[in-house]
Nanobody, 119 residues
């Protein structure tokens, strides 16, 4: 298991930017593909972005492609989500997650953080 810290969200105006960071502890960070998810009330948690163990491969949902950037620092055991050109529909609780590259299981979920984008 790996423990993931709270990403640190907040309130921002539409068109603004916010960076979430999620620090991992208790595991070998390079063992994990790191992912970001969001969830709005009454809906399923949905995929936002992921990054492979080395940082050399990333993918995004269509709704954030071109606006969000996922990155990781394996020396700091931290994954980031840079969110630019934010829209009110990006308002959600955001979670980071660690997916074990060997078992394909999620070994840890971060504490969700609220991101609110005002119009």
């Amino acid at each position: 298991q790996v423990q993931l810290g709270a990403p640190g969200g907040g309130l921002v105006q539409a068109g603004g930017s916010l960076r979430l960071s999620c620090a991992a502890s208790g595991g070998t960070f390079r063992r994990y593909c790191m992912r970001w998810f969001l969830q709005v009330p009454g809906k399923e948690r949905e995929f936002v972005a992921d990054i492979n163990y080395s940082g050399g491969s990333v993918s995004y949902s269509d709704s954030v492609k071109g606006r969000f950037t996922i990155s990781r620092d394996n020396h700091k055991n931290t994954v980031y989500l840079q969110m630019n050109s934010l829209k009110p529909e990006d308002t959600a609780v955001y979670y980071c997650a660690a997916k074990n590259i060997w078992t394909a299981l999620y070994d840890g979920w971060g504490q969700g953080t609220q991101v609110t984008v005002s119009s």
